[in-house]
C-alpha cells in the first residue's frame, strides 16, 4: 500500500536551490549545444528562433521532468496535457531535428538530477558535432555544380572543351543538350565536381577563352535552402 501511494501520491519534494541548479544547468548546456549548431551550421536558412527554442526548450522539459518527479499519476496527466497542443513546425533538414532532441535530452538528464549524464553527453555530442563538420565527406556537395554553355550545331572544339573539365574537375558528367537560338546552337548540361573550390573561376575563364563557346556558367549545388 505505500508503495501504491509512492507512485500515485506525493511527487518527490526537490529544495529551491536543486531547481534552480537544474535549470541554470540546463541552460548551459544547452546553450553550448546551440552554440555547435550555428559553427557548423552550412545551409542558408538560419533560423534564430530555432536556436531560442532549444536553449528554452530544454528548460521547459528539466522543469516538466522536475514536476513529474516519481508521481506516475502526474506523469499521465502531462503526457495527456501534451497530447492536445499541435506543433505543426516543419525541420526540413534532419540535421536540426537532432539537434533539438539533444538540447530535450539535457533538458530530461538536468530534470532528473543525473547532472553527471548531461554534462559528459552535452561535451560528447559537441565534439562529435565538429569531427563530422571537420570531416572530408562532410563537405563533399561544397564541390559539386551544374555547368551550362553553348556550342555552335557544328564545332570542332570538343576536345579543348573535355581538357578544361579534365584539369579542373575530378569527374563530369553530360546530363542534357537542347537547341537554342531557333537550332543554331546547343546548350550543354554537365553535372562537374571540382577538384577543389577555387577553381569555380578558373573553369568558366577557360571555357571563354575557347572560341566557340559562349553562355558558359557554373551554378554550384548547396544544401537545403527554404525559400
Not at 74 to 101: E, H, K, N, Q
Not at 131 to 137: D, G, V
Request: with cysteine; proline share 2%; charged share 15%.
Amino acid at each position: 500500500m505505500d508503495d501504491y501511494l509512492t507512485v500515485f501520491g506525493a511527487a518527490r519534494v526537490m529544495g529551491v536551490e536543486q531547481v534552480v541548479t537544474a535549470l541554470l544547468l540546463a541552460f548551459i548546456l544547452s546553450s553550448v549545444i546551440a552554440t555547435v549548431y550555428r559553427w557548423t551550421f552550412q545551409t542558408l536558412s538560419y533560423s534564430r528562433s530555432f536556436v531560442h527554442t532549444m536553449v528554452l526548450g530544454s528548460m521547459i522539459v528539466s522543469m516538466m521532468i522536475m514536476a513529474i518527479g516519481n508521481n506516475l499519476a502526474r506523469g499521465l496527466g502531462i503526457l495527456g496535457t501534451l497530447a492536445i497542443i499541435r506543433f505543426r513546425t516543419p525541420i526540413r533538414d534532419p540535421r536540426d531535428m537532432v539537434f533539438l532532441f539533444a538540447s530535450l535530452g539535457v533538458g530530461i538528464a538536468c530534470g532528473a538530477n543525473t547532472f553527471t549524464v548531461a554534462t559528459v553527453g552535452t561535451v560528447c555530442i559537441c565534439l562529435a558535432a565538429l569531427l563530422l563538420h571537420i570531416s572530408p565527406f562532410a563537405s563533399r556537395r561544397q564541390y559539386e555544380g551544374l555547368l551550362r554553355f553553348t556550342l555552335p550545331t557544328e564545332t570542332t572544339v570538343e576536345g579543348e572543351i573535355k581538357a578544361a573539365l579534365h584539369e579542373c574537375c575530378s569527374a563530369f558528367y553530360l546530363l542534357a543538350m537542347r537547341e537554342a537560338a531557333q537550332g543554331d546552337l546547343i546548350e550543354y548540361s554537365y553535372q562537374v565536381r571540382l577538384l577543389d573550390p577555387s577553381y569555380q573561376s578558373e573553369l568558366v575563364e577557360k571555357l571563354h577563352s575557347i572560341d566557340e563557346v559562349t553562355d558558359a556558367n557554373l551554378l554550384m549545388q548547396r544544401t537545403t535552402v527554404e525559400l
